[in-house]
């Protein structure tokens, strides 16, 4: 039912661009919110890029200006287009979707998702 599936993570140099694909199932992608969060090890989840059900668009400061969250109706995908790479956005990304709940406040808070995949990793080189 909750299904997200993510690909298009790997390995890239600094400055350069990758693009994330989730595909969603019916239920996930017609959720009120959706997310890219990530993780790198020792750190703490972060959420980089919301977009709720009226369109409207959160980055965290970090990736602001560089990032682009979208959906494709077509594909029922939420894609992550993530621009002029660094070293520091290297993590593990993760698709989330709300539940029927949420948790309230801004949408990178990692609380308000009920649905997530099982990540796409994401290396950033110097």
């Known amino acids: 039912l909750g299904h997200l599936v993510e690909f298009g993570g790997g390995s890239e140099e600094a400055g350069r661009s990758l693009r994330l694909y989730c595909i969603a199932s019916?239920?996930?992608?017609?959720?009120?919110?959706m997310a890219w969060v990530r993780q790198d090890l020792g750190k703490e989840r972060e959420g980089v890029a919301g977009?709720?059900?009226?369109?409207?668009?959160i980055f965290s400061d970090y990736v602001k200006g560089r990032f682009i969250i979208y959906k494709n109706q077509e594909k029922s995908t939420l894609n992550l287009e993530m621009r002029n790479l660094t070293v520091g956005d290297t993590a593990m990304y993760y698709c989330?979707?709300?539940?029927?709940?949420?948790?309230?406040?801004?949408?990178?808070?990692?609380?308000?998702?009920?649905?997530w995949g099982q990540g796409t990793h994401v290396v950033v080189s110097s």
């Open positions: 989330a979707a709300c539940g029927t709940i949420r948790y309230g406040g801004s949408l990178l808070n990692s609380l308000n998702y009920s649905y």
């Open positions: 019916e239920l996930t992608f017609g959720s009120s919110c």
């Open positions: 977009i709720d059900e009226d369109g409207s668009e």
